[in-house]
């Protein structure tokens, strides 16, 4: 189910972060938020080396995870430069493995031609996900 309120204020807490934290230039911006209400936000590292980068929402899930609270939902943002409009940047493959961790109901926000603020279960980017190989007991032995 979808609850636009939350949408709205990962929204603009990753706006003011980027514009904070990247006042001019590209700037990006990752937004989670958790069960228990609470948002974490993060940006990518900045390096020479182009191996050691991570995706913009790694440390917001993070933190999530760093104080055991379950993803509700996911959003990376970014822009161009400090005159361009905001993006939304799906998810990539590693974000999603990252992201099922917390199951395949994590809302996560994803690219539109429309330009606007979508967000799908995770479980609608991965209908073929390799887990589904397995049933639930199987998987459930993995994480003990």
Same mark, same amino acid.
């Given at each position: 189910?979808?609850n ?7 929204y ?5 972060l980027?514009e904070k ?5 590209w ?5 989670v ?14 390096t020479?080396n182009a ?9 917001a899930?993070l933190e999530a ?6 993803v509700t939902?996911?959003?990376c943002?970014? $822009?161009?430069?400090e005159?361009s !409009?905001y993006?939304? +940047?799906? @998810?990539?493959?590693?974000c999603?493995?990252r992201l ?5 109901d ?8 429309? $330009?606007?603020?979508k967000?799908? !279960?995770l479980?609608? +980017?991965? @209908?073929?996900?390799?887990?589904n190989?397995?049933?639930?007991e199987?998987l459930e032995?993995?994480e003990?």
């Amino acid at each position: 189910m979808r609850n636009m309120e939350i949408e709205k204020e990962m929204y603009r807490r990753a706006v003011e972060l980027i514009e904070k934290r990247y006042p001019f230039g590209w700037g990006g911006a990752g937004v989670v938020h958790t069960e228990n209400g609470n948002y974490y936000t993060s940006v990518s590292i900045d390096t020479a080396n182009a191996s050691a980068v991570l995706c913009i929402e790694t440390g917001a899930m993070l933190e999530a995870h760093k104080y055991n609270e379950k993803v509700t939902h996911c959003m990376c943002l970014i $822009r161009k430069s400090e005159k361009s !409009e905001y993006q939304v +940047l799906s @998810p990539c493959g590693i974000c999603q493995e990252r992201l099922r961790y917390w199951g395949e109901d994590v809302q996560v926000a994803v690219t539109s031609k429309e $330009r606007e603020i979508k967000f799908v !279960e995770l479980r609608e +980017l991965q @209908p073929y996900h390799w887990t589904n190989a397995y049933t639930k007991e199987e998987l459930e032995q993995w994480e003990e």
